[in-house]
């Protein structure tokens, strides 16, 4: 989607990962391998984004880094576009979760709701998956999100006998910040 508003997947690309990580400078290599992208259209994309003053460049250590420049008049608006755009693919992962087999629940958490370091998983889907198709999805989602989505699955059966528990992990997921996307668990 963002692609055709900005006329450039890479642009896209850098774009979301600079303005996720607003304190972070990355040099050109490390932005190819992050971003999958040729080191040509990066340095094309680099070059346009500085000449309209969306990003800075500074050299250190015979290195050139790139940082997002959170004084620009549209920083804001810019990380709000994105984000925006996350939660329409947010949607299209639900709906795509939906013919990989019988979710029961999906709930989005870490780098979804920004509690990275609190949950040890950004998803937890519950239900009968087809792996395959699951980790095939996970791959083409995390290229679109531009970094890795760390995923629980578990069975209904096991859902519910750590929920009877009181299990750490699964309750550290519920009782936090989070993103119901399908619940029809707690639905019957």
Known sequence: ML????????RVKLLRLLLSNPDKAYFVRELTR???ERINSVRRELDNLEKISIIQKRKEARKVYYQIDKNHVLYKELRALILKAEVGLERSLAKTLKDIGNV???????????????????????GTI???????????????????????????????????LTDRFLFNILENSKVVLVDKINKE
């Open 3 to 10: 692609e055709h508003l900005f006329g450039s997947r890479t």
């Open 34 to 36: 992050k971003r999958k």
């Open 104 to 126: 029961r629940l999906m709930v989005l958490t870490g780098m979804f709701t920004g509690m990275k370091e609190e949950t040890k998983t950004d998803m937890l889907i519950v």
């Open 130 to 164: 087809n792996r395959k198709k699951l980790n095939t999805m996970m791959k083409k989602f995390q290229d679109d999100f531009g970094r890795q989505i760390n995923f629980t699955v578990m069975s209904t059966k096991e859902y519910k006998y750590r929920s009877d």
